[in-house]
């Protein structure tokens, strides 16, 4: 069997965008972010939010807990391991490309 | 209920029931309706205008084979101009070249191209079109091209269960992010044909292994949606996610379904798009009360601690196989009806003179007027 595609892992190097076909867009029906994706639509909370709308493909992951660490106030060592299961598990769902 | 309902967040939009395939198992009703009966490219933007405007965020343009509306471009741009999701629901049969390279520059995001076998010669004898295959793996491909996100759609039955394994390698080589496993519904089409559909209980065990196997190696590199056929279910299925609360369907004639086989229960009345704004048949066409909710549930549905998970299972196959739409979903394992299922899948693997291998079984294959 061959897979050009493997699966990715969350690295300090990454940088994390929306797939392509992934879609961040406020929702004025509902005043809410919603993520638009193939035969899904997810409700992001703050923090997820915060977090998604950084996967713009050029700010590594190392940057973007610093960034958060600041907004939020918190340990950077809590907050690295937060993100990084965040984006694995929004890579593992083929919606964030690491 | 009096309660007013939270708007829909998804459509389905049949465009029209023409189509180059036949499959004998179309979830299209049995009367289909002919080109003359199909909405104008006016009404269906002024609908789409006000689907978004309400809250709707994904329309799936299906049919039939959408790609027969010379208009499907219009309508994929109007959409993502309004900031709506647009997944094309397509046979693949004339997809490929220009035509998709205009649905993505209009603005498409998700195709969703249906595979009736994972081989050339089962596609061919399921949607009785030779060339099919072919047209799909260049539709497929093309999609991938131009980074348009791909779904692989299996519709499962006997004749093809045994082709698991090769479907999902048919994924993996084309690049999809999610493959459907989609045993198919017994409503319509596959309803009429449902003894020479339905797959033996072992061989649906054999499937269920087998996609659990894929899910596990294939976590990060392919999403495997698996739609289990009711007739070998526990409990029912929350049928569009419940009557009338997240998604609704919109007939090639403009008439407002609650799901795609609600015209099968003789006791509604469907308002038809352009009688009243969407949004006021969405909140209280009869039709869209009738069984929205939990208030018209009867026992065992009534006080089923279930009731607001699978809001009652499907209202049409409880109308099917126990009469009464309002009856328990005898998929259920708590309907009385329930062991009469498994005596109707022993009915039809006696009765059936397709086997297995045999792809030729007496269908009644899906044409307009046919049935």
């Known amino acids: ?98 | 209920m009096t309660e007013v309902p939270l708007p829909p967040i998804a459509m389905l939009a049949e465009l029209t029931h023409r189509c180059p395939l036949q499959c004998p198992y179309c979830s299209n009703p049995l009367d289909l309706l002919k080109a003359d009966r199909e909405m104008a490219t006016e009404c269906w933007l002024d609908l789409f205008q006000q689907a978004a405007d309400m809250g709707v965020l994904q329309v799936h343009l299906s049919g039939g084979e959408p790609m027969l509306r010379r208009d499907l471009e219009q309508f994929v741009s109007a959409l993502a101009h309004a900031g709506v999701y647009t997944n094309l629901i397509t046979s693949g049969v004339g997809l490929a070249g220009a035509r998709l390279e205009a649905l993505a520059g209009a603005g498409l995001d998700h195709v969703q191209v249906s595979f009736q076998g994972a081989n050339a010669e089962t596609t061919a004898r399921i949607g009785r079109h030779s060339g099919a295959h072919a047209n799909k793996l260049a539709a497929a491909r093309q999609a991938r091209e131009l980074g348009l996100a791909l779904t692989i759609n299996a519709p499962i039955h006997r004749h093809n269960i045994a082709q698991v394994p090769d479907y999902i390698e048919l994924a993996l080589s084309l690049g999809a992010q999610r493959l459907e496993i989609a045993n198919i519904q017994y409503a319509g089409w596959a309803l009429l044909n449902r003894r020479h559909l339905l797959p033996d209980r072992a061989s649906i065990e054999h499937q269920a292994a087998t996609v659990e196997e894929a899910r596990a190696r294939l976590v990060g590199v392919l999403e495997i949606d698996f739609v289990l056929a009711d007739h070998f279910a526990t409990y029912p299925k929350p049928c569009m996610g419940g009557w009338g609360r997240d998604a609704f369907v919109i007939a090639p004639d403009g008439a407002v379904l609650p799901c795609h086989a609600a015209a099968t229960i003789p006791s509604l009345r469907f308002e038809r798009f352009g009688s009243r704004p969407l949004a006021d048949i969405w909140r209280d066409s009869p039709a869209f009360e009738a069984f929205r909710g939990t208030n018209w549930m009867l026992e065992p549905c009534r006080s089923c601690e279930r009731r607001e998970f699978d809001w009652g299972g499907c209202r049409c196959q409880a109308l099917a196989l126990a009469g009464d739409a309002a009856a328990t979903d005898p998929a259920c394992v708590r309907s009385p009806l329930h062991a009469a299922i498994a005596t109707l899948v022993e009915e039809a693997l006696s009765t059936s003179e397709g086997t297995g291998g045999d792809l030729i079984a007496p269908y009644a294959f899906r044409r307009i007027a046919s049935a």
């Open chain 1, 1 to 98: 069997m061959t897979v050009d595609r493997p699966r990715a892992f969350v690295s300090r190097q990454s940088l994390p965008r929306l797939a392509p076909y992934v879609r961040l867009r406020f929702d004025p029906v509902r005043h809410a972010w919603a993520v638009l994706s193939p035969e899904r639509v997810f409700w992001p909370d703050a923090i997820g939010l915060d977090i998604l709308q950084r996967c713009d493909g050029k700010t590594p992951f190392s940057v973007m807990v610093m960034s958060l660490a600041l907004e939020y106030d918190a340990d950077g060592g809590e907050i690295d391991r937060d993100v990084g299961a965040f984006l694995q598990q929004w890579a593992d769902r083929l919606l964030v490309r690491l």
